[in-house]
């Protein structure tokens, strides 16, 4: 790169005035003496050290590091304290222009609300230099001084000074008010020792070149000082930024998006930082010990405790490997929950993938210190953002930072594992191909609580109300709305972790030969999939059972949803007896309360109800409060499949062969494993389907008629107990199979090559709309489309129904064996209703959609 050439000599300017005696101070204008006195009470000062380390033999230009109002006046007063010159004073000739004697190399954008952007600023100093080449009799030395204002407050100086304590970023002058305030009464002024413009200039260089040497090596100073006396940069936010916009695939990026725009470079970049600084978290220690204060009294104030299982698992693994935290999503409090517990437990709090939603005003802000980097909700046909989000998740993976994510995309409203979206797992291993300095680990979190803040938002979601937006005046009504509640118990299990390198082992044994070549390997999709669902698989398999989600599991099973209570205290008892006969994975924790406190503690949070008769109480739920308990049924539903699938075949059968039970299985477990995330393959399936069918005898439930896998197996008769109990572990899957039914059903009263996929999932919505309204109120997920659009891109994938040319479904006479099976499970007046109604769905829609188009002719 070529000099630029010296600026040429402007002509003389009239002589100056003679330089002031040193140690002189001169007089600080009015508006700054009235300033400055409003501030006494606030501001005690610490000079550090206590007899600054230069002379007055010369005029003395300080130099600060930021300009601020705050900083100029604090500098005068630890200057007129000292005996020293005052900034706000004229220095000799006033070489800077400006009548002062001080400098700052950045300079703060922006108003009094928004947020400030650090601008180079080094006029002055370049006018000062400039200056001394014009005019050989100016002599000034240059003190550079850095001011901290509350750098260390204790834990007893209070969580919200702590929040307002000095770091590493360009703060706004409301936030420096407030840390003044907080923080004054701990301010350093750090001086250090000066140095000679002229001895500056000795090198002869240029004057841009100059400029920029000088202030290079103050930045630097500075750096070192402030990183002795606040300790070093954790904030990440302007480090990952720099490096993900100066990233080569960003700068490709930055190029082509100037090419589609018609603009130039530097206005495609501004673009690519506006995303990465929208998206960067910027993690402060002060604000995570902050939030450890707060938190702690919240938890305690709302919960009754929280319970965390298996941490000590983590630990032995997390040393030397990139921690992935994939929890499921069942709250709000999910993230603020995990992140507490980590730190309390002296981990250090992931890097948070939260939706551009919750970057609200002061919490969005709150949340970014906290870990929380925001992302929007779709970024198709946007490749810019898409480029730099991955940049940026690259950047985190290769600097070792721990990261969090939910999978799910977004929060369960029915209390059931969400399809995963594997986006966040692909840049993840993306990243990982591109530089695998640590090796990935993915691990699991199951978060269960006995009631959701969310309930009653889910509730009316799940019956067609729109979602509310988040906004900060919401959020404020929400917590003092939460803070009246009471919501029990609340568990954390650590799953078993997923690790990369075994599944990239598994699908790509020679994937270290392709990791650094930007085509995407022909394996890349299926491992993300395998991956996701994995992890979910691995989630449920560390499932917390606590006493609502046994309650509801019992009591939903009744059209009343009301028991009395002897039959409710044997059905709790049987599903323990289900859970710990045949355990479904060693990370799986159930309750350790009987059946009688389990009802104690229902009625004691008020889930429950008691209503008094004189032949024995009946125990119910009542109301929004049963519809919201499915929610807590169908976190444990997984862990009761084999068992529900066994009692489901007796629901209207007397006896069946076990070989038939076991085929049926076999047959329905790719659905049932596709919905619930089961973690069996089909032959392991009937194994358990085996134990509990000896379960079930050995309990009384079930009887073996003859010996061998051609036997019998039979149940008792109507009425019995027995009888009543399987019908209520029945229930918890009947709504599955009667959906399945609805689906195959429509497609098969329609025929082949008549439905697309869409059309055939809609029908089914329609379909089980209507089923739920002639018949019990359903379940909301019951007619979920997300629910049947799953079983049906089953169906595809086992090949049982195929996509046409045309875009419709194609299939054979293997779906009338389902509909043959069907008669084992579901009862022949619910056979009818379901065949009846679909045809009726299909007609009216039909003729609805006739309708619109002939109004549009």
């Known amino acids: 790169m070529t000099e630029q050439p010296s600026l040429p000599l402007p002509p ?15 007089r600080p204008p009015l508006w700054a ?80 609300w928004t947020r400030p952007k650090n601008k180079n600023h080094s006029d002055g100093l370049s006018r000062l230099l400039m200056a001394h080449r014009l005019y050989p009799d100016q002599d000034v030395q240059v003190v550079p001084v850095s001011i901290f204002v509350g750098r260390a407050p204790s834990r007893q100086s209070g969580w919200f000074s702590v929040l307002f304590s000095e770091n590493w970023a360009l703060v706004g002058r409301f936030r420096r008010l407030l840390a003044i305030l907080l923080n004054g009464r701990d301010t350093v002024v750090q001086f250090s020792p000066s140095v000679r413009v002229w001895e500056i200039l000795d090198e002869d260089l240029p004057h841009e070149r100059t400029v920029r040497k000088v202030s290079r090596m103050l930045r630097a100073h500075f750096r070192k000082i402030r990183s002795a006396v606040i300790g070093p940069d954790l904030s990440t936010r302007r480090l ?62 709302i919960y009754d405790g929280v319970d965390v299982h298996h941490l000590d698992k983590l630990k032995q693994i997390a040393p030397g490997h990139e921690v992935v935290y994939v929890p499921c999503h069942r709250s709000h409090m999910d993230y603020l929950l995990l992140s507490y517990l980590l730190y309390t437990h002296g981990i250090v709090p992931p890097h948070i993938v939260a939706g551009i939603n919750l970057n609200m005003p002061v919490i969005g802000s709150i949340l970014r210190r906290g870990g929380a980097f925001f992302i929007r909700r779709s970024i198709r046909g946007n490749a810019l953002y898409a480029v ?89 009504r929400g917590v003092f709305e939460i803070l009246r509640e009471h919501y029990g118990k609340v568990t954390v299990n650590f799953g078993e972790p997923v690790f990369m390198d075994a599944m990239l082992a598994k699908n790509a044994p020679d994937w270290r030969e392709t990791a650094d070549t930007d085509d995407k390997p022909a394996w890349f999709n299926d491992t993300v999939d395998e991956l996701a669902h994995q992890i979910q698989v691995n989630i449920n398999r560390a499932a917390d059972v606590n006493p609502i989600n046994l309650l509801a599991l019992a009591l939903l099973s009744t059209p009343k949803h009301a028991m009395a209570e002897s039959d409710l205290l044997a ?96 047959t329905i477990y790719p659905f049932i494993q596709e919905e619930l995330f089961l973690p069996w393959n089909e032959d392991e399936f009937s194994e358990r389907l085996n134990a509990t ?13 003859n010996e061998g896998e051609d036997g019998y197996i039979a149940r008792g008769p109507g009425q019995t107990d027995e009888v009543f109990r399987l019908r209520a572990v029945a229930h918890s899957l009947q709504q599955a199979f009667e959906r399945y039914f609805i689906a195959i059903t429509t497609l098969v009263k329609n025929g082949p090559r008549t439905l697309s996929a869409g059309e055939l999932e809609t029908l089914c919505h329609l379909a089980a709309q209507r089923l739920s309204l002639l018949y019990a109120p359903a379940a909301p997920e019951f007619f979920d489309k997300s629910l049947f659009r799953g079983f049906i891109g089953k169906l595809r994938e086992l090949k049982l129904v195929w996509l046409c040319p045309n875009g419709k479904l194609d299939f054979d006479e293997r779906l009338n064996t389902w509909e043959k099976d069907a008669k084992l499970v579901l009862s022949r007046e619910l056979r009818h209703t379901i065949t009846k109604i679909s045809p009726e769905a299909v007609s009216k829609v039909a003729a609805g959609a006739a309708g619109a188009a002939e109004s549009k002719a």
Not at 12 to 26: C, D, V
Not at 255 to 279: C, M, N, P, T, V
Not at 417 to 443: D, E, N, S, W, Y
Not at 693 to 705: P, R, T, W
Request: charged content about 25%; proline content about 7%; glycine content about 8%.
């Open 12 to 26: 003389p300017p009239a002589p100056t005035p003679p330089p002031a005696p040193a140690g002189k101070r001169a």
């Open 33 to 112: 003496r009235l300033i400055e006195k409003l501030l006494v009470p606030w501001i005690e000062i610490k000079r550090e050290p206590a007899v600054p380390p230069f002379t007055l033999d010369r005029p003395v230009c300080y130099v600060l590091e930021n300009y601020g109002l705050s900083n100029t006046l604090i500098l005068d007063r630890a200057c007129r304290e000292a005996g020293l010159p005052s900034p706000l004073a004229t220095l000799p000739g006033d070489p800077l222009g400006r009548k002062r004697a001080y400098v700052a190399l950045s300079r703060r954008g922006g108003g009094l």
């Open 240 to 301: 990952l930024v720099d490096r993900v916009l100066d990233a080569e695939p960003v700068r490709k990026a930055i190029a082509d998006q100037a090419r589609r725009d018609g603009s130039e470079y530097l206005e495609a970049w501004k673009k690519a930082h506006g995303f990465a600084w929208e998206i960067a978290a910027d993690y402060s220690n002060p604000v995570v010990r902050s939030a450890s204060f707060a938190l702690t009294g919240f938890w305690n104030r």
């Open 388 to 476: 730099v989000l991955g940049e940026y998740v690259a950047q985190l993976v290769g600097e070792g930072f721990s990261i969090e994510y939910f999978i799910e995309g977004g929060r369960s409203r029915t209390g059931r594992l969400l399809a995963p979206k594997g986006g966040m797992i692909a840049m993840t291993l993306k990243a990982f191909l591109r530089a695998p300095r640590r090796p990935v680990v993915f691990q699991p979190v199951y978060i269960g609580y006995e009631k959701v803040i969310e309930g009653k938002s889910y509730l009316d979601e799940l019956t067609g109300q729109p979602k509310q937006k988040e906004t900060i005046w919401a959020l404020i």
């Open 571 to 666: 059905q709790l008892a049987l599903s323990k007896k289900l859970l710990a006969a045949l355990p479904y994975s060693d990370r799986v924790t159930v309750t350790a309360k009987s059946p009688e406190e389990i009802i104690v503690y229902g009625e004691k949070i008020g889930v429950l109800t008691r209503r008094k008769h004189p032949l024995g109480d009946v125990i119910g739920v009542e109301g929004e409060t049963a519809v919201l308990q499915s929610y807590f049924r169908n976190n444990s539903l997984h862990l009761f499949s084999a068992a529900a699938w066994i009692a489901l075949c007796f629901q209207n059968n007397r006896r069946l062969s076990r070989s038939s039970l076991l085929r049926l299985g076999k």
């Open 693 to 705: 069918i000896d379960l079930f005898i050995a309990e009384g439930l079930l009887s073996q008629v």
